[in-house]
């Protein structure tokens, strides 16, 4: 492995982008020589060529989640494999666990993608657009991310709204802290720089499941369900068996996760998408 990783990060501005910035401004990432790529150095739909510099491995957290733009999601990902493909980077393309149907078990990464929702589908086809350019492209399929979900990311008045579920615990899902995120990228990354056989299509969660109540308790935040809509996916889980191989995973824990928001805090800066 060489002493240094030349590390990409294309969508470094937005939620995920940022607090991986704050988590290695905080420690951590040791051997890696990163630059953050944000829509001011390159507007992908409209800038033509990228504007890189030569690296070994490319991270692309770009992305559109929500409303009719989310339809932009496989040009966005196509554009940033063939900027891979050209530079020779090795290329980690972050997807969701949205393209999974959700339902009461884990879904591992050799079960059929079906997703039920616009983003779901934008992001699976978004995996098949970088297939083509890149087949040997890493496929992340990355869970809740402890503070760039809506759940504790939003700062509306008044208590944080959850759907109803018939269970009466609300939405429960697969999440991961932002220093674990970190951690875990950057792993991968160092990894995939030295040549190791890694999975084509990857989990990235931690172990277990996480109401959306309970994180909400653990950071002290006001709830309630909201009255007229029930979760239209309940439960939405990821098996992490095969991350858990490749290295230790810490089990889910919503303390855990809201602590590691808050010592991330200081070191945020804020930013657009």
Same mark, same amino acid.
């Given at each position: 492995? $060489?002493e240094?990783? /030349?590390?990409?990060? #294309?969508?470094?501005?937005?939620?995920?982008? /940022?607090?991986?910035?704050?988590?290695?401004? !905080?420690?951590?990432?040791e051997?890696?020589? &990163?630059?953050w790529? =944000? /829509?001011?150095?390159?507007? #992908?739909?409209?800038?033509? $060529? *990228?504007?890189?510099?030569?690296?070994?491995?490319?991270?692309d957290?770009?992305?559109?989640?929500?409303?009719?733009?989310?339809?932009?999601?496989?040009?966005?990902?196509?554009?940033? *494999?063939v900027? %891979?493909?050209?530079?020779?980077?090795?290329?980690?393309?972050? =997807?969701?666990?949205?393209?999974y149907?959700?339902?009461p @078990?884990?879904?591992?990464?050799?079960?059929?993608p079906?997703?039920?929702?616009?983003?779901?589908? =934008?992001?699976?086809?978004?995996?098949?657009?970088?297939?083509?350019?890149?087949?040997?492209?890493? #496929?992340? +399929?990355?869970?809740?991310?402890?503070? %760039?979900?809506?759940?504790?990311?939003?700062?509306? *008045?008044?208590?944080?709204?959850?759907?109803?579920?018939?269970?009466?615990?609300?939405?429960?899902r697969?999440? #991961?802290?932002?220093?674990?995120?970190?951690?875990? !990228?950057?792993?991968?990354v /160092?990894?995939?720089a030295?040549? %190791?056989?890694?999975?084509?299509v &990857?989990?990235?969660a931690?172990?277990g499941a996480? *109401?959306?109540?309970?994180?909400l308790?653990a950071?002290?935040?006001?709830?309630?369900?909201?009255?007229?809509?029930?979760?239209?996916?309940p439960?939405?889980?990821?098996?992490?068996?095969r991350i858990v191989?490749?290295?230790?995973m810490?089990? %889910?824990?919503? @303390?855990?996760?809201?602590?590691?928001? @808050?010592?991330?805090?200081?070191? +945020?800066?804020g930013?657009?998408?």
């Amino acid at each position: 492995m $060489p002493e240094t990783v /030349r590390l990409t990060v #294309i969508g470094a501005n937005g939620r995920v982008g /940022r607090l991986l910035q704050a988590a290695v401004r !905080l420690g951590g990432a040791e051997g890696l020589v &990163l630059s953050w790529v =944000s /829509r001011a150095e390159w507007d #992908i739909l409209t800038n033509g $060529p *990228a504007p890189l510099s030569p690296c070994d491995v490319m991270i692309d957290l770009t992305g559109v989640t929500s409303g009719k733009d989310v339809n932009l999601n496989p040009r966005l990902a196509e554009a940033v *494999a063939v900027a %891979a493909k050209t530079l020779g980077a090795r290329l980690i393309f972050v =997807s969701s666990a949205g393209v999974y149907p959700g339902g009461p @078990h884990a879904f591992s990464e050799g079960d059929l993608p079906a997703p039920k929702g616009a983003y779901g589908q =934008s992001k699976l086809a978004a995996e098949q657009a970088v297939r083509e350019v890149l087949p040997q492209a890493m #496929i992340l +399929r990355l869970g809740n991310v402890a503070g %760039a979900d809506a759940v504790l990311a939003g700062q509306g *008045a008044g208590p944080v709204l959850l759907d109803q579920t018939d269970d009466g615990r609300g939405p429960v899902r697969s999440y #991961i802290g932002p220093e674990t995120l970190a951690r875990a !990228l950057f792993r991968l990354v /160092r990894l995939s720089a030295q040549g %190791a056989t890694l999975p084509q299509v &990857l989990n990235l969660a931690e172990p277990g499941a996480v *109401a959306m109540a309970d994180l909400l308790d653990a950071a002290q935040r006001a709830w309630d369900f909201h009255p007229d809509r029930q979760a239209a996916v309940p439960c939405a889980l990821l098996d992490t068996s095969r991350i858990v191989d490749l290295f230790p995973m810490p089990p %889910a824990n919503p @303390h855990r996760m809201v602590n590691e928001l @808050h010592r991330l805090a200081p070191h +945020r800066f804020g930013g657009g998408a």
